[in-house]
């Protein structure tokens, strides 16, 4: 039945968190991710080399054992761009008498979905053409340095004159590498002394916190 369930990894668990079943899609994950061969009656927890990976795991499955249905996400890999991210749904096995004797345990890969999240997120407070801030980051800075009294504050305003004169006689092509361009030059002036957003169609800002 466990390999009926598409795109999920499927595993059950005795008290002792020893393997009773497991679909091949959770055997070649374990391989895959711990390079190591699992057989029923191993311990879970014994194939996992990650000291605070495997801590966390052990939470759930005991919190598990008490009766609670549990869930929790899982990133491996440090950089956003290539980590894999699981779904971990754990749930307690009953017999007749209603008495906990193991554990089951669902896993879903959430990546595309997770890297869709991070996009939009990306999106929703950056330029999509010069991927500098814009004008809802820049609002939300400017009621962080209001809430938080951050003083001095520095704003510089920056206009490109001639934009309609460039797409015009050149198309807007070569005015989208110009605003990029502009980006890239600001961004290196400015390095770690403030943020650098697109707050108009040819108006950028530099917002520059604790500057006089």
Known sequence: QMETIP???AYTL??????????????YSMLRMWHSEIKIGDCLLDHITDDGIREIIKKDLEQTLKGEYTSQTSKFGDNDQTAIFWQYYYAPVLDEKKNIIGISCYVNNITALKQ???KNLFLSFHDPL???YNRIHVEGAFAKAEREEIAPYSIIVIDIQGMHQVNENYGTKTGDNLLIKVGEVLQKAVKDSGDVARWGSDEFLILLPGTE
């Open 130 to 132: 010069t991927q500098l």
């Open 14 to 27: 005795d008290r002792d968190f020893r393997y009773t079943s497991f679909n091949t899609r959770h055997k």
């Open 7 to 9: 795109e999920t990894l």
């Open 116 to 118: 869709s999240q991070n």
